[in-house]
């Protein structure tokens, strides 16, 4: 005879138990094709690659949540479309520096949370870079400088909008002033448009398209992520989502966001099981504590803590995607670049450990360091970590 509490116990093991059978079975009902496959291992060897989030926010220089943490009104907010004029962007200038880096790829927001597209979209209203003074395509003229130095360029894509009026309200958009009451909450129009630029932003070529704002509505909205991810699939495009969850069929890569795989330290994780069949990726700041550009923070990683979050990586088997925020003009912060091309004479020198590799674990060191374990065919790895230092590598 059970007690209550043993009881209830039981009966939760059996009903996780029956959750991970299901998922499974689902998983199971997807095969990736031949060049999914192909295409993920690609981005996994890769190890390395650089985030950039730019939009309107930029102008503000108060970070990419300027709009919500500030309850601004979204009217007001987007007068700054007639503002945005980066005279100082320079797609082959970026490429230049992520490419000395050490980095191998590129993942910019195409369009983040406040709606403002980076390319000349032909299926909104008018809120894209085509309508501002800049009116450049910035995607397209990246997409080029990526190309011709071999660097391979995703595409961050927002499903939270807090723009567009048919858009279905969820917990942040509903705090966005001007919007209340104002919302059609017509989730097939909206998906129609989601579509739409999902189909232009393939014709770049990307390597992966990256969802992220899921969290805006609980389980029960259904996005409708099949057709979504078929459309992407057909052009040969992997896709990832950012929603701290577990991987569904059709998803690609498992992100981790500012939490390295089976971590779970930072809370966005929390309970997220590390998936084994697909390639993972951590992401985080150079700029601590914000993604879009903020002028007053001026505490940015150093290159010894960028190589090391890489190698810490490199040894959980994933990926690190490191974030820069350009400025209104369209630089690079100063401090950033710095850290990265320093960071790129380590890679320079020492990139045979990670690139490529297996990671076989970390392991905590009795006086506090660390070693990170990779391996490249028969080749086993050991780096030294310790803190303020660069990585330490030993064959």
């Known amino acids: 005879m059970f007690h209550k509490k043993e009881g209830d116990k039981a009966v939760k093991r059996v009903v996780f138990a029956l959750i991970i059978v299901l998922s499974m079975a689902s998983l199971a009902d997807y095969v990736p094709e031949k060049w999914n496959l192909e295409a993920r291992k690609a981005f996994a060897d890769q190890r390395f690659g650089v985030f950039i989030h730019w939009g309107l926010y930029a102008a503000y220089a108060q970070g990419e949540w300027y709009l919500f943490n500030s309850r601004l009104n979204e009217e007001a907010y987007s007068r700054m479309l007639d503002g945005f004029c980066p005279s100082k962007f320079d797609a082959k200038e970026w490429v230049r520096v992520v490419k000395a880096s050490g980095a191998k790829y590129i993942t910019i927001t195409s369009r ?133 969850k577990a991987l569904r069929p059709k998803e690609d890569i498992q992100l981790f966001e500012r939490d390295l795989p089976g971590e779970n330290e930072s809370g966005y994780s929390k309970g997220q099981e590390v998936e084994r069949f697909a390639p993972l990726e951590q992401c985080d700041v150079i700029q601590k504590n914000v993604w879009g550009y903020k002028i007053g923070e001026e505490n940015f990683r150093t290159p010894e803590e960028i190589c090391s979050m890489v190698v810490r990586a490199a040894a959980k088997n994933s990926n690190l995607l490191m974030n820069i925020g350009p400025d209104a003009s369209g630089r690079f912060p100063k401090p950033a670049v710095e850290s990265m091309l320093k960071a790129g004479e380590w890679f320079k020198a020492n990139g045979e450990a990670i690139y490529g590799t297996t990671g076989l674990g970390l392991i905590k060191n009795s006086d506090g360091t660390e070693t990170a374990l990779t391996k490249k065919g028969e080749e086993v790895f050991k780096i030294m970590l310790k803190p303020g230092s660069y990585p330490e590598v030993n064959r």
């Open 112 to 244: 983040h949370h406040e709606g403002f597209s980076l390319w000349p979209t032909k299926v909104d209203d008018g809120y894209n870079v085509a309508n501002t003074p800049f009116k450049r395509d910035i995607l397209g003229e990246l997409a080029a400088a990526c190309k011709e130095e071999g660097i391979q360029l995703n595409f961050y894509y927002s499903l939270m909008d807090w723009h567009r009026l048919d858009y279905p309200e969820g917990s942040c958009t509903r705090a966005i002033r001007g919007r209340k009451g104002k919302c059609l909450n017509d989730y097939a129009s909206y998906k129609r448009f989601m579509l739409g630029q999902i189909a232009e932003l393939l014709e770049y070529g990307p390597g992966n398209i990256w969802f992220d704002g899921e969290w805006d509505h609980p389980k029960t909205f259904d996005w409708e992520y099949d057709e979504i991810y078929d459309l992407i699939h057909s052009k040969k495009v992997l896709v990832a989502n950012n929603n701290h």
